[in-house]
């Protein structure tokens, strides 16, 4: 990871295991959602950039802390495309993974084990960031282009989520 001024760059594997350089800026109009709070994963969504990529693709570049032993988001989301492959209405609302990096050494298991506090039932919580492709928001859509949205949303939901055996709020 390289900062300078307010551009910050990483670099990720893509799911087919290439290398990309992503980039995004720390300043106000880059932030898309950001919000800190004590409690949850502190996630925050940036537009990024894909160095070599020329196309007019709109990347988003979120930053999280979730819990160490959950399922990564891009690893369910991969399994959601893959169980969907035929059904264009939820491919069209779900985000496609561009690259995803585990930063471990920034784990609260660190913090946990040199302070020897016990972690109980639950795991520390590791710095993930992935980049997707960005999706267009629902609140950017009006009358029957939103009405359309939400129920192939709910479709979307309705038919995957007993599949994937997790809970649509996780």
């Not at 950039?49 to 999280?64: E, M, R």
């Not at 989301?77 to 585990?102: G, I, N, W």
Request: hydrophobic share 35%.
């Amino acid at each position: 990871m390289k900062q300078t001024d307010s551009k910050v760059t990483v670099e990720m594997d893509g799911p087919d295991g290439d290398s990309k350089l992503i980039s995004t800026s720390t300043d106000r109009l880059s932030y898309i959602r950001g919000r800190y709070g004590i409690v949850g994963r502190s996630t925050q969504v940036l537009r990024a950039k894909i160095s070599g990529d020329d196309s007019d693709g709109d990347y988003v570049l979120k930053i999280s802390y979730p819990e160490e032993l959950r399922v990564p988001e891009h690893k369910m989301v991969a399994r959601a495309r893959d169980m969907a492959a035929d059904k264009t209405y939820v491919l069209e609302h779900l985000p496609e993974c561009v690259a995803s990096l585990d930063l471990p050494q920034h784990s609260t298991s660190v913090i946990r084990d040199a302070l020897k506090v016990d972690k109980g039932p639950n795991s520390g919580r590791v710095l993930r960031i992935t980049a997707w492709k960005r999706l267009c928001p629902l609140t950017d859509l009006v009358g029957d282009e939103l009405w359309k949205a939400f129920w192939e949303c709910y479709r979307c939901e309705s038919s995957l989520f007993p599949r994937l055996s997790i809970l649509p709020s996780g």
